[in-house]
């Protein structure tokens, strides 16, 4: 079983969406979460099923802003428990008989004057369910300054805030494999930033029913965020070491050369760079 969270930054887009296909398609999830889809249900019924999705259920932006879509696969039992603008709770589990655990996809609010109230949502959100629990998202905040490059330094109150707020919240820091700034702007500009605003955290009890559970981030083109692919149950198989492998839907936009290079360079990937030829938002 595996989930998938992504700020997809709007589904309007033919290509968005076809890079969304490719994704399920190489990633295979069982939970989708997505952020700011800048549509509502109407136009996400016929995305759904294009990627072959059994459910859905959908928080509409409003006008070309904010909106949130939680799909899943037939045979996943998916219970919503609330939801608002900025998150989708769920208890959910991968059949019938098994044991339930608890999903929130969870969108922080993008003004720093609003970030309290996302940190108040997710302490309320603490007490209401006692259930393993793991939150996947965009939050839109950096539990430390390293998490941020370029810019002006993140304010103390801001990191301090959310970290607090996580603590408070009986939850933990998941880390995830991949190139961890997932958020970018104005690339290839003196004023470049780059964050890490989206990220997985989790409960004590989660990480005990899922030991094995794994998380990467995966390098697309058709947003200015990076999808998170957490693996919750893993295939039971015998796995090699894991090795680099090429994503066919890199190929659908002509900047994933220039992404995938970067990425590498400014990440401990360098040596597979040279081994293949060397080949908007503040916070």
């Given at each position: ?6 700020n997809c930054r709007g589904l309007g887009n033919p290509s968005t969406v076809q890079v969304l296909v490719d994704l399920i398609h190489s990633k295979k999830p069982n939970i989708v979460f997505l952020i700011e889809t800048f549509v509502g249900l109407r136009r996400l019924q016929p995305i759904k099923q294009r990627l072959g999705y059994a459910g859905l259920f959908s928080v509409d932006s409003i006008g070309h802003r904010g909106g949130l879509a939680l799909l899943w696969k037939e045979g996943t039992e998916v219970d919503i428990k609330s939801f ?200």
């Amino acid at each position: 079983m595996s989930c998938l969270s992504w700020n997809c930054r709007g589904l309007g887009n033919p290509s968005t969406v076809q890079v969304l296909v490719d994704l399920i398609h190489s990633k295979k999830p069982n939970i989708v979460f997505l952020i700011e889809t800048f549509v509502g249900l109407r136009r996400l019924q016929p995305i759904k099923q294009r990627l072959g999705y059994a459910g859905l259920f959908s928080v509409d932006s409003i006008g070309h802003r904010g909106g949130l879509a939680l799909l899943w696969k037939e045979g996943t039992e998916v219970d919503i428990k609330s939801f608002s603008a900025n998150h989708i709770d769920a208890e959910v589990c991968l059949s019938s008989g098994d044991l339930k655990w608890r999903f929130t996809g969870f969108y922080g609010c993008p003004e720093r004057v609003r970030r309290s109230e996302s940190w108040n949502l997710l302490k309320q959100l603490a007490v209401r369910n006692s259930l393993p629990w793991v939150v996947l998202g965009d939050f839109n905040d950096i539990l430390y300054p390293n998490e941020k490059r370029g810019g002006n330094p993140q304010p103390r109150r801001l990191i301090e805030g959310f970290s607090d707020t996580v603590e408070t919240s009986g939850l933990r820091d998941f880390k995830f494999e991949g190139y961890q700034y997932t958020w970018e702007q104005s690339k290839g500009t003196p004023n470049w930033v780059e964050a890490k605003l989206d990220r997985i955290l989790t409960s004590d009890t989660w990480c005990e029913l899922f030991p094995s559970a794994k998380a990467t981030s995966v390098i697309v083109s058709k947003s200015d965020h990076l999808p998170l692919f957490l693996e919750v149950l893993p295939n039971n198989n015998h796995r090699q070491k894991a090795r680099f492998k090429f994503e066919n839907l890199w190929l659908r936009d002509n900047t994933s050369r220039e992404i995938m290079i970067e990425s590498w360079s400014r990440s401990s990937g360098l040596h597979l760079m040279d081994r293949i030829g060397r080949c908007g938002k503040a916070i």
